[in-house]
């Protein structure tokens, strides 16, 4: 049963120290205790129980939170003051809930934003593009040349996307502006023509340049494009008829343009003239001319037929044909279609002067033998692929029995007059693949012939063999083979 003790005070009995119970001992007080007067007390021998708010101060002093730690988000309620973040370090997300207020940006540099792709679909010929943004580029109706930033920075991007698939058939054409493509300079234009493509595009530096990081599987080096050549094939000129003989037909005459790629080579073949016969032969056939070369379609001028003798029967085949002999009447020899004519007819013993066919040159048949003349060799084409205008390819002209007739002329454009018993004819002028005149003497040999290639200034490699002359007209470099060689595109 406990005790109960009634006074109104408890002092020491000594000193100033009073003590309620022993170690262990559990002391319960069940009225109010009042604790102003209570200094000195230990935070840890508080365990439990509330303190009232009206005995906390309007104002709390500031506090230091250094040695909080553990504190959970819960038990902080009301608007914190701004803080620093600078000493805040492995910072998770998985602390911060509710909404942070908006944020200044402007100090902030090197985010990647990604790529600002166009809403627009571009189908025009032309397009300037921006650094950082994406480009859907339908090629349905014509291709289109891009041309990128005049200055870049490292890191800048571009990308294109092939909108329809249809580039394999109206490629895309980038203009890099000054700046280097993968190392090479602004005198290549890059093209892209794969059906479906995707491609991006960033910017290394001065050195390099842009660098492809992603075109499909496309080999992504830059090619140079197919550069627009001219061409002028003449093959070499047929020999005359030897004894009352008809004039040699011209070389064939053909034109050529053609797209050629780069680092192409072209290999040009200059056909020789027919050579001379001795007495009582039909006239030689000239050799052809010819360019060939990869990715081109190859080009064969037909050497000029060689001219008939007096009763050699009709003259021969060829880029022209040859003229018919003179004492019995012989037929032309035919020229090839798109290449040159027929040669003229022999006016046969009929005739009392037996007048020699003229051979076909390249603008026209070449003229009958009469009884009184030869024929004319027949004129040739001009071509201001050099420059001026030149006419090459002319026939060779027919002979006369005796010198009382006139032997006929040689064909405009390098064809040789014809002969009589006492004067020789003329050879065909070399490198214009003209006809040698049909005699009753001698000479009569055939024109080599020629090739010329017209290329702009721009784009020439001057990478020749053959020693062919090179000369310029306006914006392109002409090279003229008078004799085989080859040009690397």
């Not at 990081?213 to 080096?221: I, L, P, Q």
């Not at 003209?434 to 721009?458: D, H, N, R, Y």
Request: aromatic letters at 4%.
């Amino acid at each position: 049963m406990a005790s109960e003790i009634n006074v109104d005070k408890i002092t020491p009995q000594t000193g100033t120290t009073l003590e309620l119970g022993d170690s262990g001992d559990t002391i319960t007080v069940t009225g109010t205790l009042d604790g102003s007067g209570l200094t000195g007390l230990n935070a840890t021998n508080l365990t439990s129980g509330t303190v009232p708010d009206a005995r906390f101060p309007a104002t709390l002093p500031a506090a230091s939170g250094a040695n909080l730690t553990g504190l959970p988000a819960a038990n902080l309620t009301g608007a914190l003051p701004a803080l620093n973040g600078s000493a805040l370090t492995n910072l998770t997300s998985g602390n911060l809930t509710g909404a942070l207020p908006a944020i200044d940006g402007s100090a902030l540099t090197g985010i990647e934003t990604g790529t600002d792709w166009q809403s627009t679909i571009v189908t025009g010929s032309t397009l300037t593009a921006v650094a950082g943004r994406g480009y859907w580029i339908d090629t349905t109706s014509n291709q289109c040349t891009i041309t990128f930033p005049s200055s870049a920075s490292v890191g800048d991007t571009i990308e294109l996307v092939d909108y329809a698939r249809n580039w394999a058939t109206n490629k895309i054409i980038i203009d890099s502006n000054g700046l280097n493509y993968q190392g090479q300079a602004d005198t290549y234009a890059v093209e892209y023509s794969t059906n479906g493509q995707a491609l991006r595009v960033v910017y290394s530096g001065a050195t390099k340049g842009w660098i492809p990081t992603s075109d499909d599987d496309v080999a992504n080096a830059p090619v140079s494009p197919a550069v627009s050549i001219d061409f002028l094939v003449v093959a070499g000129g047929g020999a005359g008829g030897h004894q009352h003989g008809g004039g040699g037909g011209a070389g064939g005459y053909r034109t050529s343009t053609q797209s050629v790629g780069n680092g192409v080579a072209i290999t040009v073949t200059v056909g020789a003239g027919g050579a001379a016969v001795a007495y009582g032969n039909q006239g030689n056939d000239g050799s052809n001319s010819s360019f060939s070369g990869s990715g081109l379609t190859t080009i064969t001028s037909t050497g000029g037929g060689g001219g008939s003798y007096y009763d050699g029967g009709n003259g021969r085949t060829g880029g022209s044909g040859g003229g018919g002999g003179s004492d019995s009447i012989s037929n032309a020899g035919l020229g090839t279609a798109g290449q040159g004519n027929n040669g003229g007819n022999g006016s046969g013993h009929a005739a009392s002067q037996y007048g020699g066919g003229g051979g076909g040159g390249a603008g026209a048949v070449g003229g009958n033998g009469t009884g009184s003349v030869g024929g004319a060799g027949g004129s040739g084409s001009a071509s201001s692929i050099t420059g001026s205008s030149v006419t090459r390819a002319g026939g060779g002209g027919g002979s006369t029995f005796t010198s009382q007739a006139a032997a006929g002329a040689g064909g405009a454009g390098g064809g040789g007059a014809g002969g009589t018993n006492s004067a020789n004819s003329g050879n065909g002028s070399a490198n214009t693949g003209g006809g040698g005149g049909g005699t009753g003497s001698g000479g009569g040999a055939g024109g080599s012939g020629i090739v010329i290639l017209s290329v702009p200034t721009s784009r020439y490699s001057s990478t020749t063999t053959g020693s062919p002359t090179v000369t310029t007209s306006g914006s392109n470099t002409i090279l003229i083979f008078n004799a085989s060689g080859s040009y690397t595109a």
